[in-house]
């Protein structure tokens, strides 16, 4: 192995001495510009100082001249207030003018109207005819006077109300009589209640089939029995348990009752299991 190919595959910086020269040039230049920064932003803020005390000069010398025309401006103000003084007043009396004169004219009217409409006779004019005849109209104040009372009476009288009234009333009896006849037609709603018994022997010896049917043997309008049957109770003896439909109106739970426990022969007790309404 040659040195020139060792060489070749060592790291080896040959010019640090130039990067350093750039180096400290680098960081020479940047030190250099924050302080080139630093001058510039001193800079500023004297400016602004020396604005901020020219503003204060002036405003002060606003504040001496505008107190010179502060005395003129109030003067005029009172003098503005003082013309619209004098035109709100003239403008009162106008309104004043106005709502007398309104109130006249409101009186005037009211006596127009209370009294009759005077009409100006009129002069004869006869009417030629295509027969050669003529007609002389004439008109006068009373004859249309008593035409306008008479108008008036007409329409105060009601010729036709009676009969409208009495068409409304035979209407009004038709259409009720018509409703009352839909109602009865109507079939009416029935309330019913489905009930379930229990019908208790006496032992157990009880013929169970015999009690069932003095039970259905019950019978009554509005009654109708359904299922049954028997549901231990203990030693060996079974209840009848019993379903029936029932119309409100026609049979009860008391009736049912009694008529049921008339067979002492083969029931003890009666008692309603459940009752619901249908």
């Known amino acids: 192995m040659s040195s020139v190919d060792f060489l070749a595959q ?25 302080q080139n920064i630093q001058d510039v932003g001193a800079n500023a803020i004297l400016q602004d100082i020396a604005r901020a005390r020219e503003n204060i000069q002036k405003s002060l010398a606003g504040n001496s001249s505008s107190s010179n025309s502060g005395a003129g401006d109030q ?127 006496w032992d157990d010896e009880t013929d169970m089939a015999k ?3 003095c039970v259905r043997s019950v019978q009554a309008d509005g009654l109708l029995w359904g299922t049954s049957k028997l549901v231990p109770v203990g030693y060996g003896i079974k209840k009848l348990q019993i379903a029936c439909v029932v119309e409100d109106d026609k049979v009860g739970t008391d009736l049912l009752e009694e008529e049921i426990t008339k067979f002492e022969d083969y029931v003890q007790s009666v008692d309603v299991a459940a009752f619901n309404k249908i």
């Open 10 to 34: 060592e790291k080896i910086w040959f010019e640090k001495p130039r990067y350093d020269e750039a180096e400290r040039r680098f960081y020479e230049r940047m030190n250099g510009s924050s």
């Open 75 to 201: 003067g005029e103000i009172i003098s503005r207030i003082k013309s619209l003084e004098l035109e709100n007043q003239s403008l009162y009396k106008v309104v004043d003018n106005l709502r007398a004169a309104l109130s006249k004219l409101e009186c005037r009217v009211a006596v127009l109207e209370k009294r009759p409409a005077s009409v100006t006779p009129a002069l004869a004019a006869s009417v030629p005819f295509t027969n050669g005849t003529g007609v002389q109209q004439k008109a006068s104040a009373p004859v249309k006077q008593e035409e306008e009372n008479d108008d008036d009476d007409e329409d105060d009288i009601d010729l036709f109300g009676s009969d409208e009234d009495e068409e409304a009333e035979k209407l009004k009896e038709q259409r009720l009589k018509e409703y009352a006849e839909k109602k009865a037609k109507k079939p009416a709603i029935i309330a019913k209640s489905s009930i379930l018994l229990d019908v208790k022997p």
């Open 211 to 213: 009690l069932e049917e």
